[in-house]
Each structure stands twice: as C-alpha cells, then as structure tokens.
C-alpha cells in the first residue's frame, strides 16, 4: 500500500493520497472523506481572509509594503553610484599623480581582458564623429554672417523704403536671408559626410542641435507662409513679435550658435592664446547677440526710434516723462545684452584682449543701420564699454576661484559704456538728459549687471551642502572623500 501511495500520478508529480487514520488501520481517504476535508480548508481560507483588514486598510498595507521595497531599491542603487563615483574619483587622482590606475576585483575571480565592443550593425559602416577644425568653425561663421546680414537689410527695407516687391517671401531683401539660411545648413550638413551616406553619427559635435533649428526653420516658414495667406502680412511691432517669425529666429540661432556649442564643449584649456584663435568664438557669440537685439531694437538707444509728435515734447508734457521711462527701460534692457555674453564667456574661458570690443562695437553698428546711421556716433560708446570689459578681464582674471572679479567686470563695463554714451548723446546730438536721470540711469546699470553677475556667478556652495544626510561609506579606508555632484564653478573660495 506504500507504493501505491508514493507512486507517480501522471507524469511530473507525484500525489499523495489522504488517508483516515484510525486506531487500528491506515486506508486512503474516501471520496466523501476528501469533499469534507476541502470544504473545511476553504471554510477556513474565508474566515481569515475576512478576519484581514479590508476597503482602505488593506490598500494602506499594500501602498506601505511597496514604499518599503522602492525605499530599499533606491538606497541600493544609491549606493552602487556611490561606489562607481568613488571609483572614478580615485581613478583621476591616481592619473593626476602618474599612478597606474586599478580597480577592485572580487575575490577568487581574475580581472577578464578588456576587448572593444564592436559597434552596432546599423552603424557599422558610418563615418566615426570627429570635431570640426577651427577653419570649419571660421567658416560657418561667416555663412551666418550672411544669414544674419540679410536679417537685418531685410529690417531695413521694412522701415524705411516700405517696399515688398514682389510678395512677402520673393522680394530681394527675404533673399539674402533665405540664402543666408541655406548656404549655413548645406555647410553643416555636408561636414564629414561620405558622398552617398549621409549620417548623424558623423556631424561634428556642438553642430548636432543645428539640425534641430533647420527643422524649426521649415515649420516656421511653411506657418508664415499659410499665416500670411489667411491673415495678411504683419506691420510695425506685429512684423518682429508674429508667432511663427520667433520660432524662425529660434532655429536661426540654433544655426548660427553652432560653433561656440562646438568650442565650449571641446577639450581645450580656458587659457586662449590670442584673439584669431578664438575668433570662432567670437563671431558666433557675436551674430547671436546681434540676432536678439535686433528682436528688442524698438527699445535700443542706438535706435532710437522717435514717433511724430514724441520729439521734442516741452518738459511740463504729460507725455515727457513716458518717453524718460521708455528710454531707460530701453537702456536697461540693451545693457542686459551688452552685459549676458560677457559673463557667459567668462564662464568657459580666459577671454584674450579685443574679445568684448569686437562685440559689443559690431552689434551696436548693425543696429545703427536701422535708421540708416542716424545716431552711429553712438557706436563709439559700445567700443568704449567693451574695450573696458576687456581691459577689467586682463587686469582682474575673473575664473571660478575669483567670483568678486566677474562681478566687477559686470559692474565696470557698464558704467563706462553709458557714461560716454550720455556724453557722446550730449556732444555729438544736443540731447542733453537731467544729472539725477542720466546718473542715475548709470547706476542703475551697473547695479543691474552686478544683479546678473550674482545670478551667473553665485557664491560657492559649501561641499557639505549636498552631502549632509547621506550613508557612510562601505569601505572606511577609501583613499580619497567622495566627491559632490555639482557643477565645477560652485566649488571654490
């Protein structure tokens, strides 16, 4: 009866039988006999299923189980990032101080050859990415060049000859812009392509997210195009603010940005070694510069826009003191953009002499044709305010570990730059502005630049901040602390 009863029962399991047991004998159980038992296993089964918590309590249990369990998943994923940070950690100090670099084997294992994975089958015959030389980079910024010269005769055809040719997209003025656009994305798309296979993985990096703004740029045209047909073309403030004009100036500036993306992300040092070395710099800083300003050019001094009427307003108009406001506002905002590239450049490099002169005097020139030169004396001022920036950069060395330099720069700059051009506003114009408003507008500049220096440029963060309240360390004898995830310029005096 034994081996009946451990005999195997199909194929992969054995059963065994219930058996009443008795006093006297031991049979298997009856068919009556097992219904009685599952009917009291069931019955069993309900009462502690109704004796559980139930509705929200039981939904409470189960919400608190699962936060266990992603608890102590994160604290373990925390921890293996925390190992392999501290691995790389020591890995760059041991290469600092010309020690071979090892890292920890487990026991009774030996470390496996490392060999080169071979690369996908979809990129198997694509050209490997390699950085775009610093004659491409030159070269893509005068292709924009171009773009952003016919943005801005374009600007000039609208205010003053008020001409539209042929229609909104076929006049000469639209393109030089147009041709501009092409001539910039045919040379970015073309850099170390084979002919025949075209691929993303070759386009040089910092050039990458240029083929996002050609995209923009071909929305923004075919909804110009489909806005104009349903609603007219736009006039005055209308013709710079129209939705899809700002989505066309943002894909634009994508292309345009593309070699300072190139050159910021590139290994070389902070130290630049004169001003032709980082000419590609300069020119794409430059023409994005010249780009926004021209979207905010109702508002430039060197503008200067003057409706009839506004001109010559007596001092006890009504109107007068408006137009004191909006000239400030505009001064402030153009010392903004006057002020933004400076800190930004700083941020990634040692700027050579003549950086910020070229700048600032380029930008305030292309605004100046506007008005067909009507106030380009005032340009002087611009050259002024960036040759100081320039000078204050080589004198102070802003760099991470030297903030308050930054900042001066940021507060320097500016007051040179208004000064002279409330001076030159006097000598060369007859416009002539009260002490208090005219000094006060210079203050008011310089403070705004320190304000934006503060924001670029804020105090170091204690390396502390960020690892208060972590767990310790598996490995109490590590060589080296842990390092903190932050970016580079928030750690210093």
């Known amino acids: 009866m034994a081996a009946l009863e451990d005999r195997a029962v199909g194929r992969h399991e054995r059963r065994p039988h219930l058996a009443a047991v008795g006093p006297d004998n031991t049979r298997p159980a009856s068919r009556a006999t097992r219904t009685a038992a599952t009917r009291a296993t069931a019955t069993r089964a309900t009462r502690s299923r109704h004796a559980a918590p139930g509705g929200w309590a039981r939904w409470v249990e189960r919400a608190?189980?699962?936060?266990?369990?992603?608890?102590?998943?994160?604290?373990?994923?925390?921890?293996?990032?925390?190992?392999?940070?501290?691995?790389?950690?020591?890995?760059q100090a041991a290469r600092a101080q010309g020690a071979p670099t090892l890292r920890p084997v487990p026991p009774n294992r030996t470390a496996p050859a490392r060999r080169a994975d071979p690369a996908p089958r979809h990129l198997a015959g694509a050209p490997r990415s390699r950085r775009a030389s610093w004659r491409e980079d030159v070269m893509t910024g005068w292709c924009s060049l171009l773009l952003v010269l016919g943005l801005y005769l374009d600007g000039w055809n609208h205010i003053n000859l008020l001409d539209d040719g042929l229609g909104p997209f076929l006049?000469?003025?639209?393109?030089?812009?147009?041709?501009?656009?092409a001539v910039t994305a045919a040379w970015i798309l073309t850099r170390h392509q084979r002919r025949g296979a075209w691929s993303l993985q070759a386009v040089p990096?910092?050039?990458?997210?240029?083929?996002?703004?050609?995209?923009?740029?071909?929305?923004?045209?075919?909804?110009?195009a489909v806005w104009h047909t349903l609603y007219g073309e736009e006039q005055g403030l209308a013709r710079l603010i129209s939705p899809f004009h700002l989505v066309l100036f943002t894909g634009a500036c994508l292309l345009v940005s593309?070699?300072?993306?190139?050159?910021?992300?590139?290994p070389t040092s902070a130290s630049v070694p004169g001003l032709r070395a980082f000419w590609p710099v300069v020119l794409s800083t430059t023409l994005v510069v010249?780009?926004?300003?021209?979207?905010?050019?109702?508002?430039?001094?060197?503008?200067?826009?003057?409706?009839p009427g506004l001109a010559g307003l007596p001092a006890g108009s009504p109107f007068a003191e408006t137009v004191q406001v909006y000239d400030l506002l505009g001064l402030l905002v153009h010392n903004l953009l006057f002020v933004?590239?400076?800190?930004?450049?700083?941020?990634?490099?040692?700027?050579?002499?003549?950086?910020?002169?070229?700048?600032?005097?380029?930008?305030?020139?292309?605004?100046?044709?506007?008005?067909?030169?009507g106030l380009v004396g005032l340009v002087g001022a611009a050259v002024l305010g960036g040759a100081a920036a320039d000078v204050a950069v080589s004198l102070l060395r802003p760099s991470p570990q030297r903030r308050w330099a930054a900042r001066a720069v940021a507060v320097i700059a500016p007051a040179v730059y208004w000064s002279a051009h409330f001076a030159l506003l006097k000598a060369g114009?007859?416009?002539t502005w009260k002490l208090e408003i005219w000094l006060g507008s210079v203050v008011w500049a310089s403070l705004s630049g320190l304000s934006l220096a503060l924001l670029m440029w804020p105090p170091a963060v204690p390396l502390t901040a960020w690892n208060r309240g972590r767990a310790p360390a598996r490995s109490p004898a590590a060589p080296l602390p842990m390092p903190t995830a932050m970016p580079a310029r928030m750690v210093g005096r």
Do not use: C, I, K
């Open 171 to 181: 006049t000469p003025w639209h393109g030089v812009l147009y041709l501009g656009f």
């Open 290 to 307: 010249a780009m926004t300003a021209f979207f905010f050019q109702y508002v430039s001094p060197v503008v200067a826009w003057r409706r």
């Open 258 to 266: 593309s070699a300072l993306r190139a050159a910021w992300s590139g």
């Open 340 to 373: 933004a590239p400076v800190l930004l450049l700083l941020l990634r490099w040692q700027t050579p002499l003549g950086t910020f002169t070229v700048m600032a005097g380029s930008v305030a020139l292309l605004l100046a044709t506007q008005t067909e030169f």
């Open 429 to 431: 114009y007859g416009v």
């Open 64 to 91: 608190g189980q699962a936060a266990g369990q992603a608890r102590v998943w994160w604290a373990e994923g925390t921890e293996r990032v925390a190992a392999r940070a501290r691995e790389r950690w020591n890995e």
């Open 205 to 224: 990096p910092g050039y990458r997210l240029a083929l996002v703004g050609m995209g923009l740029a071909m929305v923004a045209l075919a909804g110009d």
